[in-house]
């Protein structure tokens, strides 16, 4: 019922910068937050970033000052603004939502399919 895609992923040098988008859709009553993974090669998924409603937006040590993320809840969407990029975050980039799909379901998460990010000269 849920689908969470992601797009805006691609080739870029060092420095430069890329925009992801996530948009939920489907059966959603209520999203309690959303936000990025990512996962490198030979490497584990790790948190990029999230925004949990009624709390402040939380990012990895690696990231934080160069990526940015922020939310429309009109559209359901979440954005990852990816600034100063360098070749340490090449990896898949994964949208995550933890949401209520209906009022008498449970909280949930669900994941988009990943848009792949690489930095490279």
């Known amino acids: 019922q849920v689908q969470l895609v992601e797009s805006g992923g691609g080739l870029v040098q060092p420095g430069g910068s890329l925009r992801l988008s996530c948009a939920a859709s489907g059966s959603i009553y209520f999203i309690n937050n959303m936000g990025w993974y990512r996962q490198a090669p030979g490497k584990q998924r790790e948190l990029v970033g999230r925004?949990?409603?009624?709390?402040?937006?939380n990012y990895a040590d690696s990231v934080k000052g160069r990526f940015t993320i922020s939310r429309d809840n009109a559209k359901n969407t979440v954005y990852l603004q990816m600034d100063g990029l360098r070749p340490e975050d090449t990896a898949v980039y994964y949208c995550?939502?933890?949401?209520?799909?209906?009022?008498?379901?449970?909280?949930?998460?669900?994941w988009g399919q990943g848009t792949q990010v690489t930095v490279s000269s």
């Open positions: 925004i949990v409603r009624g709390s402040p937006t």
């Open positions: 995550n939502a933890v949401l209520q799909a209906s009022a008498i379901d449970i909280l949930q998460n669900y």
